[in-house]
């Protein structure tokens, strides 16, 4: 039994090297999932914004410009996260492993579309054995207060996955997965679904990461365990891609990019699989936030000045999701 413990814990250790985020620096039932529309701006004056620029000295994200929510001011150390507000972002929930030393460990992140089934990065799942002592934590704030959200807190096994057939592992597009768990979710005021995007639709503007990934800038990790939000500028993909080709990485066309490229925030370790939101402009509408984004790779030390975070553009997949559910209910 210890032996197994070790291996587990070896497990553990080696999922979590691989869900690294970053780089060296070089519905309950078989129908379709409730999906909304915002509209955006002029995403061809920002295309042509961006190809103007001639010196790559001024790279700096130009939607940074717009009036934006209040962001927590950020040192050398640690970037501009702050804690989100209690249980004001129900969709959200911790992938953990059961660990022999330390009990349940969080890894990555995932988001709630339906009772059943969680959204994520592929990446997070790349070690069978890991999933299969891993277990979803929905409802929570802080993941080391058990006792005290023992009411709001549900757990669910992972019961099956799903991750996209055309994803290679690594840094690589497709970079996208889903969890089902046989026991439904209790959709309460701790746990809600997010809505799913308009297939091909382009999102613009901010989007808000929410997760429990490292905060520091440093060699020297630091890991909150309460849920952490950051508000992020959406990138112009053509920017993006001459940013990240200097560094010799390439930017497929169902990522999604955000800055600020001025450094700060960006997404880190352990973020993973967590998702990039953003209100939709019909609030008043039972589903209003909405799922774009992906959290997939960006660059270490995290935070650096223009390093985009790249996610994996949940638009690029509204059908795909939609399919796999459909089919997959079919057979449970």
């Given at each position: ?228 939000e950051a508000n992020m500028p959406i990138l112009d993909m053509t920017l993006c891609e001459q940013i990240l080709a200097r560094s010799g990485l390439q930017l497929h ?73 459909t089919t997959a209910t079919q057979f449970m």
């Open positions: 039994m210890l032996i197994s413990y070790r291996c587990i814990y070896s497990v553990l250790l080696t999922t979590i090297a691989s869900i690294m985020v970053v780089l060296s620096s070089a519905a309950h039932n078989s129908g379709q999932l409730p999906i909304r529309k915002c509209s955006g701006g002029n995403s061809l004056a920002a295309r042509t914004m961006a190809m103007d620029l001639s010196s790559y000295g001024l790279l700096e994200n130009r939607i940074s410009t717009l009036e934006s929510p209040q962001q927590t001011h950020w040192s050398k150390k640690f970037l501009a996260k702050r804690e989100a507000q209690a249980h004001s972002a129900p969709y959200v929930v911790s992938i953990q492993m059961r660990t022999p030393d330390q009990g349940l460990v969080h890894y990555c992140a995932g988001t709630v579309i339906n009772e059943h089934w969680i959204l994520t990065a592929a990446h997070c799942l790349s070690s069978p054995q890991a999933v299969a002592n891993s277990v979803i934590v929905a409802g929570s704030h802080d993941i080391h207060n058990r006792r005290g959200e023992a009411a709001s807190v549900q757990m669910r096994n992972i019961d099956y996955y799903v991750r996209h057939e055309l994803y290679l592992g690594g840094v690589n597009p497709y970079d996208i997965a889903l969890i089902y768990t046989k026991k439904p979710l209790e959709f309460n005021e701790y746990v809600q679904a997010a809505a799913l995007p308009e297939q091909d639709a382009q999102p613009e503007g901010y989007g808000t990461l929410y997760g429990w990934g490292n905060v520091s800038m440093t060699a020297v990790p630091d890991y909150p365990h309460k849920l952490q066309e169902t990522n999604l990019c955000t800055g600020p490229l001025t450094g700060g925030v960006s997404i880190c370790t352990a973020d993973s699989g967590g998702p990039l939101m953003q209100e939709c402009c019909e609030p008043h509408l039972d589903q209003s936030n909405i799922v774009i984004g992906i959290v997939s790779w960006g660059r270490m030390p995290c935070g650096q000045k223009n390093a985009p975070s790249v996610f994996v553009r949940v638009s690029a997949f509204t059908d795909w999701i939609n399919q796999i559910i």
